[in-house]
């Protein structure tokens, strides 16, 4: 059953991944308030079915975090949505216990994903695209009580309206490629990679280039130097070798729920700390045991005098041509500044992501909030967009508020905890306001 477009929602939840599906676990878990009762919800996800990084679910990649840090636990250790919960309903609690891992594979995790998402079924329609969210017309003259949410069915296209009195922002990642790169049938986005690549015959995969040093660029050199072993892999770095991810205990409290406060009510020079020490907790740097396994490969290469995995340092991709059946990418060498191409039949951009950007499903909404003298959007410290007084309805972001709330802005480990401040703030905000007097029509 999907959302029903008659009603009014105390909340309408843009985008169904990890985020919003903490955050509806933290709506179901607060019960409400006494005088208004449950706050009333939906979620709009485009993607057909549910899916956390589908193409990046490489056989061999594990979670970055910790499975402590799930959908719940951090919030309500006694939640029956954490993962210990799903091992069990599983019957496999004792035997995950045997791995001595706080690192499950990202296949694992995204079975728990999807075993949580199926326990909302009642709330979430899949492929429905959320294409704009206005104010009603009716505002004109008004504060807005209630936003237009509008709705696009991905197969059909048609849109519905349904009416929100708040609404949560959480639409991921955007991929990222250098400018000028178009994506083609091969050329390819590591968000894009196992799609495109089970879409080729792996016997017309002789040389194949990956760009990037971080996580994504090491596993899916990793993984197509494992499946293609007639192949020659070409990693395409611009470092010197890559860089470890930082994990240590220390290092890794930048992520717990108390460094957002202490980020937030920071200085301009304190968040620039925060970047400036820990940015290798996350960007541009691969796991420990991924760089590992790489340069085993080199070596026994070298050993068996079979070189197949070569790694072409302080080298950044400037452009890319198609020439017939193969692509040519051009490279910059950081060490001398001198220029080389390389032809081959498939090459991946593991370049990484852009920070959330709300503005495309905002629309002219996005006039109403406001912005920093950079530029960037003024949020509350429970997530919610600063706006004009015209807009009394709540507007609030998980994702891209990296400039406000610091490095776990669109990671995992804060998730639990974010989505229970954000389903607070909206029931403070009911109780302080009362509940709404009326419903307004809603158009199919
Ligand atoms: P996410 O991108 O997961 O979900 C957003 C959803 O919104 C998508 O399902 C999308 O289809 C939907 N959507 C977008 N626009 C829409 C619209 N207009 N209407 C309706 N739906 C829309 N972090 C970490 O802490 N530990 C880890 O192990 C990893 N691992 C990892 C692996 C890979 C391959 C990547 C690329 C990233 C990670 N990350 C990570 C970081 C990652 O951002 C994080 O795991 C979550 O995906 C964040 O969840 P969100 O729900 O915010 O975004
Ligand atoms: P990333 O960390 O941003 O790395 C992008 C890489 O591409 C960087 O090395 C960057 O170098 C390089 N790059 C950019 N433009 C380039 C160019 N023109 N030429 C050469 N190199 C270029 O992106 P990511 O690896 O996709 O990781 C994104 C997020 O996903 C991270 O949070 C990561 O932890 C997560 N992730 C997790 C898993 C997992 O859980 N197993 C798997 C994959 C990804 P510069 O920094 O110099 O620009």
Redo the contacts with the bound molecule.
Sequence with gaps: MGANSAEIYDVVG???????LAFAIALEESGGDASAGPLTSAF????PSF???RN?LLPSAT???SFLKDLATLRNPVSRFGFVSFLHASGRLEQFINTQTFFPT?EEFHQYLDWAQALFSGKVSYG???AGIQLPPESASATAQYLQVDVRDTVRGDIRTVAARNVVI????VPQVPDGVASDERVWHS?EFLERFQQVSPETLKKVAVVGAGQ?GAEIARFLYDSLPQADIYAIIPSYGYSIADDTPFANRVFDSAAVDDYYFGTERSREAFWRYHKNTNYSVADDEVIRDLYQRVYMDELRGTNRLHILNMARVTNVKRMGNESRVFMESLLDGGSQDLDVNALVFATG?DSMDPSG?LGELDGYCLRDGAGRYQVGRDYRLVTTPDVSCGIYL??GTEHTHGLTS????NIAVRGGEIADSILRRRSADGPATSAPTTSA
């Design positions: 843009v985008g169904f991944g990890p985020s919003n709009f996800e485009r993607q899916g956390w990084h990046m979670m970055q975090v990202r429905s695209e959320v959480s639409t991921g990642l968000s994504s992501y499903v998980q994702g669109s990671l995992l480990s």
